[in-house]
């Protein structure tokens, strides 16, 4: 068994505790979580919650990715997968510094074809391709959208910002997705478009969610809100505030606000039941909905469609709620009766399956878990490998194991511990 199967949360919680010299009282009193569970989480037998996680963060002085262990460096590099992510940055970095004359772009409607090309990438989880085309196609985004000031350039430009964020995100670099948040509100707000700007806020305040800084995505959840309380009523708006209340869902999970969390995931599912799932095959398929009729062009090149809502996204974020409250048998039972629909996005899917992995194991299913695991591989296999949850939930089954199983062991190889 590999040296790294002791590297669960805990014991780098534990770790980082002795290198700041403080005892488990200490940190518990820093981080105002309970000593018991504290020591619980540092040995093993309880799950670290997120928000447990990052109140160890702040009271260690780290990031909760620290925390995690990611970025996974010695995986990226075996995947050649690091080299990817430089160019990303470069691009962010000269997204608002206004038209660079030597950028020849395409005309508008080529780079929203490349767009929704990329954006199909990230949704099947080919991160790998999605990001080795990512920065090209921004640069000729930045340098239209500065040039001609056309608020469809500037939706543009914001989606392939959700595109940084989304791939950054998944390979463990969140200050680099932290970044392209910030970049998505620059371009959102330029294109006159409140739903844009709404769900740009929103992209900001998952970033801050992941990160810890819970109050601030709550602040910025609420500014997103009043953007889109600004937004002509129907279908779009109603996917959009749907996907409001699901931030503000998980928000309130991470502070300890169960009764809020509720309220919000009843308010989603209120939504929810208005628009049916919404998906990019919906928006654009041969019966698309009202909104896009009037000039399908622009509205494919604001690159709404990629947002996803409806009844099964809800699903999967109460399964993700419950067990961030370590209600794992509940969220066991949620996850029975999703049925997930044909076509919807890997992404979302191998998320659910990695949500259900955890709950599974914390109640003792240990088979179901590693089942879960391998359907997670099975649709979304990039995102599953650079994945701290299914690391963590690896490690625990393996330091379950009475006896070693070869496939959880190939298993745990092709992760990395």
């Known amino acids: 068994m590999p040296d790294e ?9 534990a770790e980082r505790r002795a290198d700041r010299g403080l005892t488990q009282q200490g940190l518990a ?19 670290a919650s997120p928000e447990l996680v990052a109140a160890c963060a702040r009271g260690l002085g780290v990031m909760p990715a620290d925390l995690l262990g990611q970025p996974y460096l010695d995986e990226l590099r075996r995947d050649q997968l690091d080299l990817l992510i430089q160019p990303i940055r470069e691009a962010l970095n000269v997204h608002n510094l206004g038209h660079d004359p030597s ?14 090309r990329i954006c199909l990438l990230v949704h099947e989880t080919d991160l790998r391709k999605a990001a080795a085309d990512l920065p090209a196609l921004m640069v000729e985004a930045i340098a239209v959208a500065h040039a001609t000031g056309d608020p469809r350039a500037w939706a543009l430009l914001g989606g392939l910002d959700r595109v940084a964020f989304n791939v950054a995100a998944k390979f463990g670099f969140h200050d680099l997705s932290l970044l392209a948040a910030g970049r998505a509100e620059y371009a959102c707000e330029r294109a006159q478009d409140p739903s844009l700007a709404a769900m740009a806020k929103w992209m900001h305040a998952i970033a801050c969610l992941r990160s810890g800084e819970f109050a601030t995505g709550k602040r910025l959840h609420a500014m997103g809100v009043r953007y889109v309380e600004d937004a002509a009523e129907g279908l779009e708006r109603d996917a959009v505030m749907g996907q409001m209340n699901l931030a503000a869902a998980l928000l309130d999970v991470r502070c300890g606000e169960a009764d809020a969390a509720r309220g919000h995931l009843e308010e989603a599912e209120r939504f929810a039941r208005r628009t049916g799932d919404v998906t990019p095959a919906r928006w654009l398929g041969s019966d698309p909905p009202e909104a896009v009729a009037p000039d399908r062009i622009g509205f494919r090149e604001r690159g709404v469609h990629w947002y996803v809502f409806g009844p099964t996204n ?34 979302r899917a191998g998320q659910v399956h990695i949500d259900l992995a955890r709950s599974h194991l914390w109640t003792g299913q240990d088979d179901a878990a590693f089942r879960s695991l391998l359907d997670a591989q099975r649709v979304a296999p990039q995102q599953t490998r650079y994945h701290p949850q299914v690391r963590e939930t690896v490690v625990q089954l393996r330091k379950r194991e009475r006896q070693s199983r070869g496939t959880l062991a190939h298993f745990a190889e092709w992760v990395g511990v």
């Open 5 to 13: 199967i002791d590297k669960y949360i805990g014991a780098r919680i």
């Open 103 to 116: 950028v020849r772009p395409r005309p508008l409607e080529q780079l929203a074809d490349d767009r929704d």
């Open 314 to 347: 809800v699903a999967a974020h109460r399964i993700s709620a419950l067990a961030d409250q370590n209600d794992h048998a509940q969220a066991v039972r949620v996850g029975r009766s999703l049925k997930i629909p044909q076509g919807w996005p890997a992404m």
């Open 29 to 47: 009193m820093r981080a105002h979580v309970s000593k018991s569970l504290l020591s619980k989480v540092e040995c093993g037998q309880r799950p």
